[in-house]
């Protein structure tokens, strides 16, 4: 019997008897298997610190992650945390008082956005300048919104940077970033808690981090009358509230958050995750960010909790 192997080196032609014998095709490759599980980070402003305690608590139990989908402050968390720069962006967070966060804040009048951003877009290129998605040991996923069309876009090449920058870019309060003559803004617009993401990389165990479970009441519908006040059991303010001034910055940023809050009722309720960690943020202002050290203590927690039943979700599936 003679052997002639294929210049490819993939099939081998073998002549029995003088007869050529059709070559035998490779045995496909085994499926990987996946043994970890996949994060869905919510967005949610300075909620999202927690999703630093929640990430803390997954390595203590020893919890792999196989990808991650993150929107806004989620891309950002999670992107920081793939590139191996979790320890700097935490210590950044604990490091910020009310002082500090408007001293990043860059006024740019005339643009648009309030902001413009470059001071944080400085402090994030001392850690990751270069960095691409392709240096990432899993995958990671950005959501943006196109502000154009109101598509939702998948960023997962690239700058990291610039995706995280886009996926976190609050409307109004952040100019938007342009990608390939795409002008992109905050994710949390489309898709706030990015399962949908997941389900798409085909990941068996898809976990969800929602920063607005604690939020109750905002779902109500309320039949109201312009010609009289609300009773007092209907709507209660309190006097230091009724008298302060919202301000633009919060109108938008409240705003914001309805819209959040709504959007993610109906996309979880249509493709809802195998497990959800509720952290309780609903005393956490959205513009909170100087308390870092509370928020990612929350995150942590409610993490701890769960790992029981995550470790038993993920015996069910091995």
């Not at 192997?5 to 499926?31: D, H, I, K, Q």
């Not at 409307?171 to 997941?198: I, K, M, Q, W």
């Not at 006040?229 to 919202?246: A, G, M, S, T, Y």
């Not at 109108?251 to 493709?271: H, K, T, Y």
């Amino acid at each position: 019997m003679l052997e002639w192997a294929s210049l490819r080196g993939r099939y081998e032609m073998r002549v029995t008897n003088g007869f050529p014998v059709e070559p035998e095709p490779p045995a496909p490759a085994p499926a990987l298997k996946k043994s970890g599980i996949a994060l869905a980070l919510g967005g949610g402003a300075a909620r999202g610190w927690a999703h630093i305690g929640v990430l803390r608590a997954l390595e203590e139990a020893g919890i792999q992650i196989d990808m991650i989908a993150g929107t806004s402050i989620g891309a950002l968390v999670g992107g920081c945390y793939l590139a191996g720069k979790l320890d700097e962006l935490e210590a950044f967070a604990r490091s910020l008082t009310r002082r500090r966060v408007f001293g990043l804040l860059d006024l740019h009048i005339g643009g648009s956005g309030l902001f413009g951003g470059m001071k944080l877009d400085a402090r994030m290129r001392q850690h990751l300048e270069g960095v691409t998605f392709a240096d990432l040991p899993k995958p990671l996923v950005c959501v943006a919104s196109e502000l154009r069309t109101g598509h939702e876009i998948w960023l997962s090449s690239g700058s990291l940077i610039t995706a995280m920058r886009a996926s976190y870019a609050l409307p109004g309060v952040f100019e938007p970033v342009t990608v390939n003559r795409r002008v992109l803004v905050d994710g949390a617009l489309v898709n706030p808690v990015p399962v949908s993401v997941c389900r798409a990389y085909e990941q068996r165990l898809v976990v969800a981090v929602n920063l607005h479970y604690d939020l109750f009441g905002r779902a109500a519908v309320i039949k109201h009358s312009a010609d009289s006040p609300p009773d007092d059991q209907e709507l209660v303010v309190k006097k230091d509230e009724r008298e302060q001034r919202i301000g633009i910055m919060g109108v938008m940023v409240e705003a914001f958050n309805i819209i959040q809050d709504r959007i993610s009722r109906a996309r979880l309720a249509g493709d809802p995750p195998d497990m959800s960690l509720h952290p309780r943020l609903g005393h956490i202002g959205l513009s909170e960010f100087h308390r870092a050290d509370e928020t990612i203590q929350l995150g942590y927690e409610a993490t701890r909790a769960n790992i029981g039943e995550l470790q038993r979700l993920q015996a069910v599936l091995a």
